[in-house]
C-alpha cells in the first residue's frame, strides 16, 4: 500500500494507527448548535462555572474543546439519570 500524502505539506504521513487524534475547537455557533443553548445562557454558565472556560483564538475569537463539551455534555446526561433514578 502506497503511503498516505499530506495535501498541506505534500509529505508522507505516518500510519493511521500512530497519529493522535486531534481535539478539534468548536466556535460559538457549533456550541450553541450541539448544546442547544443560547449565548447568553453560555456565558453565564461559564461565568458560575458549570459550563466549560473557553479558550481565546485570537483577538476577539474564542472556542470550546470538541472534547470538553462532549465531557460537559456526558456530565449532564449522568446527572439526568440520577435525577430519574434516585437511589
Not at 443560547?38 to 461559564?46: G, L, Q, V
Request: charged share 25%.
Amino acid at each position: 500500500a502506497m503511503p498516505s500524502i499530506s495535501p498541506l505539506t505534500n509529505r508522507s504521513l505516518p500510519p493511521a494507527g500512530n497519529i493522535e487524534p486531534l481535539d478539534r475547537i468548536l466556535l460559538l455557533l457549533e456550541v450553541k448548535r450541539i448544546t442547544g443553548l443560547s449565548r447568553p445562557t453560555i456565558y453565564r454558565a461559564m461565568n458560575n462555572r458549570s459550563f466549560p472556560k473557553a479558550l481565546k483564538i485570537s483577538k476577539g475569537r474564542i472556542g470550546w474543546r470538541a472534547s470538553d463539551i462532549n465531557a460537559w455534555m456526558r456530565g449532564l446526561s449522568q446527572t439526568r439519570k440520577a435525577a430519574r433514578n434516585p437511589a
